[in-house]
């Protein structure tokens, strides 16, 4: 099977890679648009700040080859906010993959949102009943509100979405690469999910 994680000016792609590397997953890390199109899994990891990673993304024409995918696609963190229509973080147009805005947390705590919080209401193909409850690794200060295409729920003094899910397409705002044997076992969930 071949994986791919998508090269951009993004911050977490080695520890995304570590973390393939540790379940034993064989991978690519690449921006040509024929390796990505060929891949039965893409990752589209981030960190960073989402006016420049889209004007990034949109001067490679990724932001195009991104939604024609129809293998699983995994957005992790960043990669998921820029995987929704918009972000109020620099009034930014995304790739509208998920019709849902990101906005920025305006709540009586520490922005970022920065730690170890718990999945709930978990229903998607990447966790399975063992997964609610568990914790994962969260580091961000914006977020998706809860939608119909959220597919875990997380709190930090309002409720957000701690993962999406439409199609092939499958986003966590939390870090599994991060998080652990929880992690772990979301990230090799998706590498075996059935097509």
Not at 82 to 94: I, V
Not at 179 to 186: H, L, Q, R
Request: proline share 6%.
């Amino acid at each position: 099977m071949k994986t791919t994680i998508i090269k951009y000016n993004a911050g977490n792609i080695k520890s995304v890679s570590n973390a393939l590397t540790r379940l034993g997953m064989q991978h690519a890390i690449t921006d040509n648009p024929e390796e990505i199109r060929s891949s039965d899994r893409v990752i589209f990891p981030g960190v960073g700040e989402a006016s420049t990673t889209m004007a990034y993304l949109k001067e490679r024409k990724l932001d195009i080859l991104i939604k024609e995918l129809t293998q699983p696609v995994l957005g992790i963190c960043l990669g998921m906010q820029l995987m929704c229509n918009h972000s109020e973080e620099g009034d930014t147009p995304c790739l509208g993959i998920f019709d849902i805005p990101v906005v920025k947390f305006r709540v009586d705590h520490k922005i970022p949102h920065m730690g170890w919080n718990s999945l709930e209401q978990v229903k998607n193909p990447l966790f399975d009943s063992s997964i609610e409850g568990k914790y994962v690794y969260f580091v961000h200060s914006y977020y998706a509100p809860a939608a119909p295409e959220t597919a875990a729920i997380s709190h930090y003094g309002i409720p957000f979405s701690a993962a999406l899910q439409k199609d092939n397409f499958f986003a966590t705002q939390f870090h599994p690469e991060k998080s652990g044997d929880v992690g772990e076992k979301i990230l090799r969930n998706f590498l075996n999910l059935q097509t």
